[in-house]
C-alpha cells in the first residue's frame, strides 16, 4: 500500500515539471519585452536624446574644413552687424576709458551649412556648437579689456537657417580707450566711439557693413551720473595697416555731455563764497591785524585745498582746463586781498612814523605802549595837539607858499581843479592809506563780476 502511495506521488511530479519549467521561463521573457516597449515609447517622447550628432550630421559639420572661409578664394564674404547697447557702465576721465555693455549679432551666409527642412524652420544652438563651426573673428579695436558673460552659460547664440543664413549674437563688456579733450572741463562734451573690425581678414576676404543701416545701432534708455547721452550714431570706414592691408571698420558713435550742475556745486560756488569771504577783511578796521591776517590766511589755505582736491580727480594733462583757469583766478583774487592789505599796513606805517618824525615827541611818551596793540604807531596813541602842525600833504604847502607869498589866496568857497600827476595821486593815496580799502571795495567785487562775465561767455 505504502508503495503504490510513493509510486503515484512520484507520477504526479513527474506530470507537472514540465509545466512549472515553461512558467518560469516564459514569464521572465513578457516582463523583458514589457521593459523594452516603455524605453522605446520613451526614446519617441524625449526627441532630443543625440540631438548634437543629429545636428552636427544634419549640418555636414564633419564633411568641411571650417578652419576655412566660406567662399574661400572667391570674393569677400559679406557679414553685417548690428548692435544693441545695454549700458555704459563707467566713464573714467583719469584712465581715459569708458566701459559699455552691449549685444554683437554677426549675420553671414555660410552654404556649408545649408540643411533640408520641410517646414523652413531655424534650428538654434548654443556655444557648443560655434566652437565647430566658422564665425567672423570681429575685435574692438583700442580695447582695454572685455569678456563675453558666462552665467549661468556661456551668453551665445548660433542660429541657422535651411538656406544657409546664420545668426550669431553674443553679449560682451568691453572697456575701450576714448580721447577725451579737457581744455572745456568740466563744461565739455566728448565724442567717444567703439570701433569694430576683423583681425585676420582684410578688405578682400570679408566687408564688414551695418545690417540696417542706421537703425543698426540700438540702445535701451541709458542714464548716467555726470553726462547726459546726447547721440548714438553708426558709421563705417576704412584702416590701414601697412603689413596686412586695408580693413573694413565699424565705428559705434556716441556724444556725451557733462552735466555742470555737481561741479557747480563741489568746485565753482564754494571758490566764489572763499572769493566774497576775503572781501570782508576790507570793512575790517587796518588796525586790527590778527584779524585781518588770520581771515586772508583761511581764504587762501581753503583755496589751495579744492584746487588740489580738482586736481587730484583729473588726468594730469599738459594743457589748461576751464576749470584751472577758474580756480587759479579765484585763487588770485584771494591772494590780491592778502596783499592788499600788507600795502595798507605798510603805508599806515610810514604815515604815521613821518608824522611823529615831524612832530616833537615829549620824553615822557612810550612808543611801546603805542605799538602793543598791532605793531604800528597810530594817530590815536599820540597826542600832537601841542605840537606845532605840520603839513604832509601837497595842498598844505601850497597853501603855505600862498600865504608867504604877495599873492593873495583864493576867496573862501571856491575850488581849484588841477590836474595832478600819477605820483602825486599815489604819494596822496600812500599819505591817505585808509583809501585803499575804500576803493578795493569796489574795485575787486566789479573785477570779479567782469572775469564772470568773460568765463561763463567763452565756456558755457
Not at 263 to 268: A, D, H, I
Request: charge should be positive.
Amino acid at each position: 500500500m505504502r508503495v503504490a502511495l510513493l509510486a503515484l506521488r512520484l507520477m504526479c511530479l513527474a506530470w507537472l515539471w514540465p509545466v512549472t519549467q515553461l512558467n518560469s521561463s516564459h514569464f521572465p521573457n513578457k516582463r523583458r519585452h514589457k521593459e523594452q516597449r516603455v524605453d522605446l515609447k520613451m526614446k519617441k517622447l524625449d526627441s532630443t536624446k543625440s540631438l548634437l550628432i543629429k545636428s552636427e550630421q544634419l549640418l555636414r559639420i564633419e564633411d568641411h574644413d571650417f578652419a576655412m572661409r566660406p567662399g574661400f578664394g572667391g570674393s569677400a564674404i559679406p557679414v553685417g552687424i548690428d548692435v544693441q547697447v545695454e549700458s555704459i557702465d563707467s566713464i573714467s576721465e583719469v584712465n581715459m576709458d569708458f566701459t559699455m555693455t552691449l549685444y554683437l549679432r554677426h549675420y553671414w551666409q555660410d552654404d556649408r551649412l545649408a540643411f533640408p527642412s520641410s517646414n523652413n524652420k531655424s534650428r538654434t544652438f548654443d556655444a557648443r556648437l560655434v566652437k565647430k563651426i566658422w564665425v567672423p573673428d570681429v575685435f574692438f579695436v583700442h580695447s582695454k579689456r572685455s569678456f563675453i558673460h558666462d552665467t549661468t552659460m556661456e551668453n551665445i547664440m548660433l542660429r541657422v537657417y535651411p538656406d544657409g543664413n546664420i545668426l550669431y549674437s553674443v553679449r560682451i563688456t568691453v572697456t575701450a580707450l576714448c580721447s577725451m579733450d579737457f581744455s572745456s572741463f568740466p563744461l565739455d562734451t566728448q565724442n567717444c566711439s567703439l570701433e569694430l573690425e576683423s583681425y585676420a581678414y582684410n578688405e578682400n576676404d570679408l566687408m564688414l557693413y551695418w545690417k540696417n543701416g542706421n537703425d543698426s545701432l540700438r540702445t535701451e534708455e541709458i542714464v548716467l551720473s555726470q553726462f547726459f547721452v546726447e547721440d548714438f550714431q553708426p558709421s563705417f570706414g576704412l584702416a590701414f595697416y601697412s603689413s596686412t592691408g586695408w580693413y573694413n571698420r565699424l565705428y559705434i558713435n556716441f556724444i556725451l555731455r557733462r552735466h555742470i550742475f555737481f561741479f557747480m556745486l563741489q568746485t565753482y560756488f564754494p571758490t566764489m563764497l572763499m572769493v566774497m569771504l576775503s572781501w570782508v577783511s576790507f570793512w575790517i578796521d587796518r588796525r586790527a591785524v590778527p584779524a585781518r591776517v588770520s581771515l586772508g590766511i583761511t581764504t587762501v589755505l581753503t583755496m589751495s585745498t579744492i584746487i588740489t582736491g580738482v586736481s587730484a580727480s583729473m588726468p594730469q594733462v599738459s594743457y589748461v582746463k576751464a576749470v584751472d583757469i577758474y580756480l587759479w583766478a579765484s585763487f588770485l583774487f584771494v591772494f590780491l586781498s592778502v596783499i592788499e592789505y600788507a600795502a595798507v599796513n605798510y603805508f599806515t606805517t610810514v604815515e604815521e612814523m613821518k608824522k611823529l618824525k615831524r612832530a616833537k615827541i615829549p620824553s615822557s611818551y612810550n612808543a611801546t605802549q603805542a605799538m602793543v596793540y598791532d605793531g604800528c604807531f597810530h594817530d590815536n596813541d599820540i597826542d600832537l595837539a601841542s605840537f606845532t602842525e605840520v603839513a604832509s600833504t601837497p595842498n598844505t604847502e601850497r597853501n603855505t607858499q600862498s600865504r608867504n607869498s604877495t599873492v593873495s589866496g583864493p576867496t573862501e568857497g571856491t575850488r581849484l581843479r588841477r590836474k595832478q600827476s600819477l605820483k602825486k595821486n599815489l604819494s596822496f593815496i600812500m599819505s591817505n592809506s585808509y583809501m585803499i580799502d575804500s576803493y578795493s571795495r569796489v574795485i575787486f567785487p566789479l573785477a570779479y563780476l567782469l572775469f564772470n562775465i568773460i568765463y561763463w561767455s567763452l565756456y558755457a
